[in-house]
C-alpha cells in the first residue's frame, strides 16, 4: 500500500531543501495534494494507480466548485511537480500530467501609484524637490516636532521604511527581513533575500540612504532598546515589524498624507517597476533589480507604460479621436 502521507512529507522537504521554496508555497502544496489524495480515496485509487483522466476530473471537480483559472493552474503545477517527483523517485514509470494544458489566464495589470502620491507620501506636496535645502539634504517632512519623544523615531522609521519599499522596489517579506549589515553605504546598495531564499543585491538612491543615516544614528537604538536584534525595521517594542504591521503602517500613513487610494506594500513594488520603464530603463535591469527569475513575469510593466503612453497620445494629440 502506498504511503500517501510520507510521500507528501518527502516532497515537502525536496521542497525546502533542494528548492528553496518558500513555507507559504510548501503550504500551498501541501493543502492541494492532501485535497486530491482525498479525491483519489473516494475513487478508490491512489498516487501509483491513478491516471491522467483522474487529474482531468479533479480539475473539472475543481472547476465546477467555483475554483477560478489562477487556482486551478496552481493545482496542476502542484501535481506535475509532485508526479515529476515520483517519477524521479522511481515511484511511477510515467507521467499523468503530460497531456494536461494548463487554463489561461487573465492578464490583470498591477496597480500603480502616481508620481504625484508618491511624493505626497514622503511629505514633498507632490514636487520632486520640494521639502529639500538647496544642498538636496531633507528638510523636516512629517509636519512633526522633537517634543513627541520616541513618536518621532517611529516616524522616522516609517519615513525610510517608505524610501525602500518604493526607492528598491522591495517585496514586504524582503523588507522586514532587512538587518542593519545589509544597508552597504559605500557601495549605495541593499542586499535581501527573496523567494527561494535567493539573495540578490538592489540599488539605492541618495534620498533612502540619507534617511536610513538618519534613522540608524538617531533613532533606531532608541527603538531597540534592550532587545537584542539586528533587524532593520523595529516596532514600538524593539522587536521586527510583521508583514500585517507594515501593511497598517501604511494605510494609516496615507490617511495621514491624504493620499486617498488604497495602499498597501505591493503596490510601491509595481510603482518602482513601472516609473523606471516610464523614465527609460530597460526591461532586463528592472528584471535583475525585482528578482524575477523570468523576464516574462517583468514585462506586465510594459503594458502598463504603454497604456501611459496611449493615454498621454489620446489626451494631447488633435487627430487622437
Known amino acids: 500500500?502506498?504511503?500517501?502521507?510520507?510521500?507528501?512529507?518527502?516532497?515537502?522537504?525536496?521542497?525546502?531543501?533542494?528548492?528553496?521554496?518558500?513555507?507559504?508555497?510548501?503550504?500551498?502544496?501541501?493543502?492541494?495534494?492532501?485535497?486530491?489524495?482525498?479525491?483519489?480515496?473516494?475513487?478508490?485509487?491512489?498516487?501509483?494507480?491513478?491516471?491522467?483522466?483522474?487529474?482531468?476530473?479533479?480539475?473539472?471537480?475543481?472547476?465546477?466548485?467555483?475554483?477560478?483559472?489562477?487556482?486551478?493552474?496552481?493545482?496542476?503545477?502542484?501535481?506535475?511537480?509532485?508526479?515529476?517527483?515520483?517519477?524521479?523517485?522511481?515511484?511511477?514509470?510515467?507521467?499523468?500530467?503530460?497531456?494536461?494544458?494548463?487554463?489561461?489566464?487573465?492578464?490583470?495589470?498591477?496597480?500603480?501609484?502616481?508620481?504625484?502620491?508618491?511624493?505626497?507620501?514622503?511629505?514633498?506636496?507632490?514636487?520632486?524637490?520640494?521639502?529639500?535645502?538647496?544642498?538636496?539634504?531633507?528638510n523636516e517632512r512629517t509636519g512633526t516636532t522633537d517634543s513627541q519623544g520616541k513618536d518621532k523615531g517611529l516616524l522616522m522609521r516609517n519615513i525610510a521604511m517608505i524610501e525602500v519599499l518604493y526607492g528598491c522596489g522591495l517585496r514586504v517579506s524582503e523588507l522586514v527581513g532587512l538587518k542593519v549589515s545589509d544597508i552597504i553605504f559605500e557601495t549605495r546598495t541593499l542586499r535581501c533575500r527573496g523567494k527561494g531564499n535567493k539573495e540578490r543585491i538592489v540599488p539605492i538612491g541618495e534620498y533612502a540612504l540619507e534617511v536610513l543615516q538618519d534613522y540608524l544614528d538617531h533613532y533606531r537604538e532608541e527603538l531597540k532598546g534592550k532587545n537584542k536584534t539586528e533587524i532593520l525595521f523595529l516596532n514600538s517594542r524593539g522587536t521586527a515589524l510583521t508583514r500585517q504591521g507594515v501593511w497598517d503602517i501604511l494605510k494609516k500613513w496615507a490617511q495621514d498624507h491624504g493620499v486617498k487610494e488604497t495602499i498597501y506594500p505591493h503596490k510601491f513594488r509595481h510603482s518602482f517597476a513601472t516609473h523606471l520603464l516610464d523614465h527609460g530603463a530597460d526591461l532586463r535591469s528592472v528584471q535583475e533589480m525585482l528578482g524575477h527569475a523570468d523576464i516574462s513575469t517583468t514585462q506586465i510593466y510594459t503594458h502598463l507604460s504603454r497604456q501611459r503612453l496611449l493615454e498621454v497620445f489620446r489626451r494631447a494629440h488633435p487627430r487622437a479621436d
Not at 8 to 36: A, Q
Not at 55 to 82: D, I, M, P, V
Not at 94 to 114: A, N, R
Not at 115 to 131: A, F
Request: proline share 4%.
Open 1 to 138: 500500500m502506498v504511503q500517501t502521507e510520507a510521500w507528501i512529507k518527502k516532497y515537502l522537504t525536496y521542497l525546502n531543501v533542494e528548492r528553496g521554496l518558500s513555507p507559504n508555497t510548501r503550504i500551498s502544496y501541501e493543502r492541494d495534494l492532501k485535497k486530491f489524495t482525498a479525491f483519489l480515496q473516494q475513487r478508490g485509487k491512489n498516487f501509483i494507480s491513478c491516471d491522467g483522466n483522474d487529474l482531468f476530473l479533479f480539475l473539472l471537480q475543481e472547476k465546477n466548485q467555483g475554483r477560478s483559472a489562477r487556482t486551478l493552474a496552481r493545482h496542476l503545477a502542484t501535481l506535475r511537480g509532485f508526479f515529476s517527483f515520483l517519477l524521479g523517485e522511481e515511484m511511477r514509470e510515467d507521467d499523468p500530467t503530460e497531456y494536461l494544458t494548463t487554463p489561461k489566464l487573465e492578464q490583470h495589470l498591477p496597480h500603480v501609484l502616481s508620481e504625484d502620491s508618491i511624493y505626497k507620501l514622503m511629505g514633498e506636496g507632490g514636487e520632486p524637490d520640494k521639502g529639500r535645502d538647496k544642498n538636496g539634504k531633507s
